[in-house]
């Protein structure tokens, strides 16, 4: 099924003359500033869930330029939504965007992060959250084919000529729905447009600077806002910190060299806890049992559940602690003939507009950078990757194939620079898969005032405010004061070292059969994952 966008959206997108031969849509935007644009003032309002509401949230819908090289041309709407500060007026400290990754994250509703921030930290300032371009109820939203998730999937390693031919026509298929669903969107969903509407939302909210909290890409768009508009930026939190080289092809290769080290770190979790699991006490011997489920799944296929979304299941263990538990109970399950917990587990992810996070995903990635043209390219790379990391290589370099043969042009990526920032908090796990510490390290090159925390040994990805104190109360310290720790001599190095996230207290699996909770081992943990995992695919 395809879906090109809600009524409401087609019809702006009609009454603004928005189509793909529109004059105001025929170049891309690329360096404009966006400096001659002022937007209208956004109409609060009530916000459309409950949560927002319940949470004390206005909202309304920012408006913006399609294309910052013709701020007077066609108009595009983003969602906005605002809990204001909570301390006098005299002591609030302005507003804090919120970005949780992607991208292609919807951010509409964290506006509530400020809450989790320990010791008031949040109170000073009015917390707002949006739904970047083309992203959730922003209009319109990008939608190419909700049901490209659908269970069932073949493998991903293109070990035969049906698995490649499978891969090939649905992610080739895939950019063609794009490309008929997008039209002149697609060329305008750059990160440097993204940074160029956040500019647009400061003075929206009537405020000379930004305070900004980002979680993984919303590292990255923090890092383009600064470098567009150093003068703008007031304090920064980078949480999971994308490396700006990298972008986006060698950052994909990346990260599937450190996800296969950080699932064999929880197979060996799940041995080290077999008093729980009983599954044996050797990590490998484990490990063995996810591969021969998936070698069972690869040769013989079932119509509702695949190899594909069985390995789609356990990237969250490489990702982030959280969900370890709950995976250990679908691992036991499947150790004994129980596939129904693993499915369970992946869900129904289709629908009409299921697809919008994957969708803006490849319409930034693909067009912030470069990407290779030739199949045979791409094979070369992952083969050599695949040979010693399997676990996630072929997942993601299909997950990007579109990027190949994307219809809208890509730009050079922006040259971050941050010499002429104020002082920003950086995060990291030394084992962060998703966003390796190698680029923490580079932006801390790149932003001199900038002091990086490192939860030791972690393999959990933007896990900032999750309960670690060491971590969370300086978060705290520097929303309050702006005052940050004692930044050290040397580059290639963290200034401050923390305990990282630990992980969930393992529970009992009854009969050997699996039960997935969906449990927190903290309240206060659950709800802040909930919340920001929930805004976007895991990817």
Not at 119 to 140: E, K, T
Not at 218 to 232: C, E, I, M, S
Not at 486 to 500: E, H, M
Not at 510 to 533: C, E, H, P, Q, W
């Amino acid at each position: 099924m395809r879906k090109l966008v809600s009524m409401v959206a087609a019809a702006v997108l009609m009454g603004a003359g928005l189509t793909a031969t529109s004059a105001d849509a025929a170049s891309p935007s690329r360096h404009h500033s966006g400096a001659d644009y002022t937007p209208p003032p956004i109409q609060w309002g009530v916000c459309p869930t409950a949560s927002l509401r319940n949470a004390g949230a206005t909202c309304g819908m920012l408006t913006v330029p399609l294309d910052y090289n013709r701020p007077n041309g066609t108009k595009i709407q983003l969602a906005v939504s605002r809990i204001l500060h909570k301390t006098s007026d005299a002591d609030a400290q302005g507003p804090m965007l919120v970005n949780p990754g992607g991208p292609g994250g919807s951010g509409l509703g964290l506006a509530r992060l400020g809450a989790f921030v320990p010791n008031g930290g949040g109170d000073p300032y009015d917390w707002i959250g949006f739904d970047p371009r083309g992203v959730g109820r922003s209009v319109p939203a990008l939608t190419c084919d909700g049901d490209y998730a659908a269970p069932g999937r073949p493998n991903y390693v293109p070990e035969t000529q049906a698995i490649t031919s499978y891969w090939m026509t649905k992610t080739m298929g895939y950019q063609q729905d794009c490309e008929e669903a997008g039209g002149a969107l697609l060329d305008h969903l750059k990160t440097t447009d993204a940074a160029r509407d956040m500019d647009s939302l400061r003075k929206a909210l009537g405020a000379s600077k930004i305070n900004y909290y980002g979680f993984s890409y919303g590292t990255y768009l923090g890092q383009v806002y600064a470098t567009l508009f150093p003068d703008r930026v007031r304090r920064m939190v980078f949480d999971g910190v994308v490396n700006p080289k990298d972008v986006w092809y060698d950052a994909n290769l990346e990260q599937d060299k450190q996800f296969d080290k950080n699932i064999d770190t929880y197979f060996d979790w799940v041995a080290e806890n077999d008093a729980t699991y009983h599954l044996g006490t050797d990590g490998a011997a484990v490990r063995q049992i996810y591969y021969d489920v998936l070698d069972q799944l690869t040769t013989d296929p079932q119509a509702e559940f695949g190899a594909a979304d069985w390995n789609d299941d356990f990237v969250q263990a490489a990702y982030y602690v959280y969900g370890w538990d709950d995976l250990a109970h679908v691992l036991v399950a499947a150790a004994h003939g129980d596939l129904g917990p693993a499915k369970a587990f992946y869900g129904d992810p289709t629908g009409p507009g299921a697809d919008n996070g994957y969708a803006i995903y490849l319409a930034v990635e693909c067009t912030d950078a470069p990407w290779p043209d030739k199949w045979k390219t791409w094979q070369r790379d992952n083969d050599r990757i695949y040979a010693f990391a399997p676990f996630l290589t072929w997942n993601n370099a299909w997950f990007n194939a579109p990027c190949r043969t994307w219809s809208a042009p890509s730009d050079k990526p922006v040259n971050v620079k941050g010499q002429h920032v104020a002082p920003i908090l950086l995060i990291s796990e030394t084992e962060d898969a998703a966003t390796p510490y190698a680029g923490a390290l580079e932006v801390r090159k790149r932003f001199p005032k900038s002091v990086l925390i490192e939860g030791v040994g972690g393999t959990t990805h933007a896990g900032s405010l999750s309960g670690v104190a060491c971590t969370d109360d300086r978060i705290a310290d520097y929303l309050l004061t702006g005052a940050l720790p004692a930044r050290v001599s040397g580059q290639n190095r963290s200034d401050v070292q923390c305990d990282p996230v630990p992980p969930p207290t393992p529970t009992p699996v009854a009969a050997a059969r699996a039960k997935v909770s969906s449990t927190a081992t903290d309240a206060n943990l659950g709800r802040l994952r909930d919340l920001i995992v929930d805004a976007f695919d895991l990817r």
